[in-house]
């Protein structure tokens, strides 16, 4: 009995040893999990900090200045180079009492109408509110349709030899389906309420009514287009008939078309013609948690490939 005794305690013991043991473990790990997430935290919060504190450099120069902002990249609401962005950041600039004169570095293929039509129209509303602080464009590799539309807004243009500018024109692309559906044997079966509701379906036959409205939608932007040149270059303009043709040009050319003004850079424009060589970027830029929430939509919409889908619509380039 007392070996059987002896047995049962021993068991006991045992067990509540390798529960306390398995306590700890737990308890250890979960110590762990939380000083790591507490580092986390802690890390974002200093990212964050770090990110608003750079992202002006408002009143960093000391004395006068020169604004830069960025246009870089397709021009489109889901982009950087949005209206939202290149409006708060144009707005910021001028509202600095350092600020000498600003310029927007482009190196865009261009992109929406709306979205560069946006900023164009501000740029002239903000031009006409502080005529002391002058705007130009400094273009790099390129300035093409949707980025020439918001350079047409600025007192002058600057380019590199051979940066590439122009193609004033619109598009609207797609694909269509109808012959590889005939050979795979599939049959369309589209229903509307709307004769029109259909416009331009890719898995239908071309539809010569569409295909005539589009060319009229296509010319309407392109008009507004032209107009924005005429009216931003004014008599500089050395017009041809390809000029608003689509094509493009090297910054030598565009020079001497009128549409653009001088060879220069961010620093020589800085330097020479704004007289403010200490250069503070204005560009709004994202932040760790911009970043974050991007991710963890795109990790979404991964997981749901259908959620979000948009179609190309009209672009300038």
């Avoid at 600039?93 to 946006?118: F, W």
């Avoid at 009216?231 to 653009?260: C, H, N, Q």
């Avoid at 994202?286 to 959620?307: H, Y």
């Amino acid at each position: 009995m007392s070996e059987l005794g002896d047995n049962w305690e021993r068991n006991v013991l045992e067990k509540l040893a390798m529960s306390a043991i398995q306590e700890q473990r737990r308890t250890r790990r979960w110590g762990i999990f939380f000083k790591l997430l507490t580092f986390i935290y802690l890390f974002l919060l200093f990212a964050m900090v770090m990110d608003i504190a750079s992202e002006k450099g408002d009143g960093l120069a000391g004395g006068k200045h020169t604004a830069l902002i960025d246009v870089r990249g397709v021009i489109s609401s889901d982009s950087m180079a949005n209206a939202d962005n290149l409006i708060a950041s144009l707005q910021d600039a001028y509202k600095d009492k350092h600020t000498a004169g600003i310029i927007l570095r482009v190196n865009s293929p261009g992109g929406s109408p709306v979205q560069a039509g946006l900023v164009n129209d501000e740029i002239k509303r903000l031009r006409t509110l502080h005529p002391e602080i002058p705007l130009h464009v400094v273009v790099e590799d390129m300035c093409a349709s949707g980025g020439y539309f918001i350079a047409a807004a600025a007192d002058s243009i600057y380019v590199n030899k051979a940066s590439i500018v122009g193609s004033i024109g619109v598009l609207m692309d797609g694909f269509g389906f109808t012959g590889t559906m005939q050979k795979l044997g599939v049959e369309r079966r589209l229903m509307t309420a709307g004769e029109n509701k259909g416009f331009m379906d890719p898995f239908s036959p071309r539809n010569p009514k569409h295909e005539a409205f589009t060319k009229s939608l296509l010319e309407d932007i392109h008009q507004q287009f032209i107009a924005v040149v005429r009216d931003g270059r004014g008599k500089r303009l050395k017009e041809t008939p390809e000029m608003f043709s689509g094509l493009f040009w090297t910054g030598d050319k565009a020079i001497a078309m009128g549409l653009a003004d001088a060879i220069g850079s961010v620093d020589s424009v800085a330097r020479d013609v704004i007289k403010a060589e200490t250069v503070v970027d204005f560009t709004a830029r994202e932040n760790i948690a911009d970043r974050l929430a991007k991710k963890l939509g795109a990790g979404v919409a991964s997981m749901f490939p259908g959620f979000g889908a948009q179609s190309e619509g009209v672009t300038l380039r």
